[in-house]
């Protein structure tokens, strides 16, 4: 009965009860700071998912300081994935992880089966109370710790702030991934949740040094498909108060960002992906090819930002 | 592989390839003029379908001069239902439905299992020709008739007027559920594809008899689960030319259309089928059930205007 | 002290007092039904207003059923004009003006020096009280009687209908100008004030036949610029029922009317008014001319209707 | 003829075209950088300019360590100021001035008599040739230093990046205050336009650390009305690279600093401004005063974050 492409469920390769069970006792919450790529889903010429060049991948970004790996978000083109795909997308991946690893799934990883929407639909009933009640239910009955997830872009809905801040307060609810790049809300929602342990990740690179600044501990980013290592550089300069430093990578990566995002969406992504080692490919209809011009315009904002 | 949300696809009762062997004989499009009600699902207060309270329903819709009956619409809480309840909603509507009465659904009726999104969640690379390229896909492959379903409320996208027009020209696409309300656009479609035989329908009771005079043929109306009468009553005076009497009829359904609707949404109109002697009850959660405030402004809408 | 952008203050080109006495003594409102240009201002090639190709146009305006004139309206590139360039404009339209037609101006006709910005510049603080409390002090102390004017698209803020329900019930408060196009909103405030005996005008010729469909009495139409016999006509055929003639009509002038305003905007509406015989010419910066392509393509939104 | 709300010029108290000369010859702009309040307008009790209280507040300011001041800004009511108005506060702020603060103001400072509207007017002919156009015109033929202002809030027209890009390289362009608060957008500004010398500050003072932290050189915040010294303070911080001590200042205003901006605008400016030692004082009508309950939020905006 619940939605829950809002939230993101967190698992462990292995262990997830036993995690739960310890870090309760331990009265202490999962650690979840670090960067995640959200990863993209390889298909065919004929549009089929291509598991094999999807291990190839993860393969890859085994050897990165990632914390973990994002499934089933709209980079791995999960609405248009049937439900046994879903599965087994999500399986490859629990295999591939390394043990130190994290993995959210946009919904329950191994358990369920049920496809379930998001609560944004009926998005004009939805005000805080609502969501809190609906949230707090997911949470209550999950047993791995709950993201949850704001990306108005999206849904036409902004997780209002009143609900996250009493949201952070529930013991299953570990952190907030937040897609909208207001600095100043995340900010607020660092301060007024930050008695909680509560945990908030940048939605993107292109503000991620930003949210660091302001108090965030990672970042969810398209672009750590891509530019992997140098996003968790990015973030370690962050960590350190290298900041000069990281100002400097930080420009160079707005626009690479950009285009594999908001400007030219999941085909420039894959595209970019083809150009640093790893698989692409296809997207699958009704997501079109790139044109030749999009194409150059996309090598450019990599080019002549020293990447390419 | 096809995303159908923005799709309606065409089911009579019995016989649709029967049917459709005659019309295409007959060079013919399937007429779809005349009011919809897209009907809502019944709950129990433990918030399982009613399918019993559905069948009620579905008897007394029998005895209105409707077009047909929308399933699987956005009033019948369609995201929160489980895949099996879509497909037993489905068979318990095409059992009570009559011969001659129409069935759209969301997605395909009896024979699809799989659940396909809308493609309007990569909205900012949903070109009009990615539109055209996926939904000729689609009419191509579908045995039944396709209606077209642009609403931009929900999906943040408008279906452009270029690629409805070239879309009209398709022996499988009969016409276009507009629910955005812009009556210039409206009229400036009609004009575009009349040539083609192409039938719009109004996707809402609140500019139905605007929508009539300058062309449309039709609605699917959510007030027609309330007043179903009454907004059959208005289409049958636009289409007699007794414009007075319809602006008459129309000014009185305006705010009763907009508190089950954009005001209040889906807890509104159950309430309302209610009064009006159907089985509305509960809504599935995170839908919360009005306020008291908010109930006792919606009786005013119906009152005020002399409907209770 | 008053925001006047909003309002529209009526003057006949004599005696706007007389008439003020006479209508209150028999406690009737002055009856604003029918077509109004928005005139535009030509320019020479130095960008100074041409007054001699101004008078031009109003003779020929002259000849035409239209209701009236607007001054000072956004087709007048009024922001771009200077205070004693806008004196001066009213000045010209006054002496041009035949006795029997009605001159609406954006801010007050002849009296008035202060250039008064419109109550939208606060409009997060814009409430519905406020611009109640606003427009009543402003229709107070108006010797001429206002019309209301909601423009959402060019000021963000779509007057309520609350308050324009309420604001109907003062004295010298005779109508509305409803630019925004929902039809649906148009019939609900014809619905709600037509115990008062308000007005309401539509704000453009793409939805003036629907408009009248639902109650409206007349329009304020760019598109008369450039084709003021065919508004003028179609407001006709509505007045005299005549729905069927009206549609056609009404299809004709969408694409035209589009072409002039939200689309490529003042410079096609001084072109289009050069191909049908008025002075149109060049706009002032920062507004800058059309392209060959949409030069191109503005002709074919009249050719194509079977303007040209 | 030119449109200069969008534009901010700057003035010295004296001897402008003095800096002019001197800053050419040694081929160096105008630094601009550090906190600038927007300053309020305070009135009587019946709504008139209250010049004695203007200068109480301008001699406190004096004292504070700001680069300068802002007049005829949103935060001033310039668009209920009648045009003698507006002169007569530049005069008492430009008399109030010490010798080493600069003044910005809304429409040029001492000379102009002209009202001239922004170009967002035309909002949807305005692309970046058109406002490259437009501000290099004002930009060639201003005595003073120009500096770019974009605030999508009010104008519904986001200055676009590639115009800036290119208007930075103008001599008599120094910077950019920009409003919108989308920090990756400001970080890409700064990127691109540093080899120009370009300045870019923050047009608030909720992100004004994520601003410093990406480049930018200081911020116009209307909380700098009321906090002056502790958003001095911040920006001093962030110059030191002081970072772990400015975020915790950067999270105590961002709550009162929301309120008297989008929250309750002007009027709870100058409310709270009546807490701190300043002359606040009514605004001007359609301005309406705080409701009761409005007042308490505002109140627990400062208290919370212990300023009250």
């Known amino acids: 009965m619940f939605a829950t492409r809002s939230f993101t469920l967190l698992c462990r390769r292995s262990a997830a009860s036993a995690w739960r069970n310890n870090s309760q006792s331990a009265g202490e919450r999962l650690d979840i700071s670090g ?3 959200p990863i993209a889903t390889p298909f065919t010429q004929s549009e089929d998912v291509d598991y094999q060049r999807l291990d190839d991948n993860l393969k890859k970004y085994g050897s990165l300081p990632f914390r973990g790996l994002v499934v089933q978000g709209s980079n791995g083109e999960y609405p248009h994935l ?6 087994e997308v ?3 991946v629990k295999q591939a992880l390394p043990e130190d690893k994290l993995l959210m799934a946009g919904s329950g990883c191994e358990c369920k089966s049920l496809l379930l929407v998001t609560p944004c639909f009926y998005r004009g009933r939805m005000d805080s109370q609502a969501l809190i009640n609906h949230y707090t239910k997911v949470a209550d009955s999950s047993s ?4 949850l997830y704001s990306v108005p872009a999206n849904t036409g809905l902004d997780l209002p702030v009143d609900a996250i801040i009493q949201l952070s307060q529930h013991p299953n609810i570990v952190g907030l991934k937040d897609s909208g790049g207001d600095i100043t809300r995340i900010a607020l929602l660092v301060q007024k ?8 990740l940048a939605g993107s690179a292109g503000f991620l040094m930003a949210a660091f600044a ?16 140098q996003v968790c550089d990015l973030a370690q300069l962050c960590v350190s108060g290298r900041w000069d430093e990281a100002r400097e990578l930080q420009y160079r990566l707005i626009e690479p960002n950009t285009a ?3 400007q030219y969406g999941v085909p420039a992504l894959k595209q970019a992906m083809q150009w640093f080692g790893y698989h692409g490919g296809v997207c699958r209809s ?5 044109s030749k011009a999009d194409l150059e315009q996309l090598r450019v904002k990599f080019s002549s930002n020293g990447w390419l």
């Open 260 to 262: 594999v995002t908001r």
């Open 35 to 37: 960067i995640y790529p």
């Open 82 to 87: 049937t439900p046994q795909e879903r599965v």
């Open 286 to 290: 009704p997501l079109k090819p790139l």
């Open 144 to 147: 791995v710790p709950v993201v």
């Open 90 to 92: 999500v399986k490859r």
């Open 193 to 200: 949740t930050r008695s909680q342990d509560f945990q908030v």
């Open 214 to 229: 302001v108090g965030a501990v990672g970042g969810v980013c398209a672009l750590a498909n891509v530019l992997g290592q």
